[in-house]
């Protein structure tokens, strides 16, 4: 089974920045893209961003464009969050996952998902 492991989550106040890492176990598996989601109590999993790894195609939520940027390795199956100017409600969980289809990359429809790590904007 494949895991993946996100790190970097914590607290910081509005307007700082955090960066999110996210690795999966096997690195040679095949993967058609990685992505970043969040959830807050109650609610849905909402897509933040991915990464497709053919053309190294990036896409955003709206909530999140110009402030989060999306990278990674194809070759680690590795992923970054770079999140800059955070907002008390960018506040989630944030997950990590990892798709090996071609799928519409802003559902939750993918393969692997990681724990979840904590991100905590005060304000």
């Known amino acids: 089974q494949v895991q993946l492991v996100e790190s970097g989550g914590g607290v910081v106040p509005a307007g700082g920045s955090l960066r999110l890492s996210c690795a999966a176990s096997?690195?040679?598996?095949?993967?058609?893209?990685m992505g970043w989601f969040r959830q807050i109590p109650g609610r849905e999993r909402e897509f933040v961003a991915a990464i497709a790894w053919l053309g190294s195609s990036t896409y955003y939520s709206d909530s999140v464009r110009g402030r989060f940027t999306i990278s990674g390795e194809k070759a680690r199956n590795t992923v970054y969050l770079q999140m800059n100017s955070l907002k008390p409600e960018d506040t989630a969980v944030y997950y990590c996952a990892l798709v090996r289809t071609i799928v519409k990359l802003t559902e939750p429809t993918y393969d692997y998902w990681g724990q979840g790590t904590q991100v905590t904007v005060s304000s």
């Open positions: 096997d690195r040679t598996l095949y993967s058609y893209a």
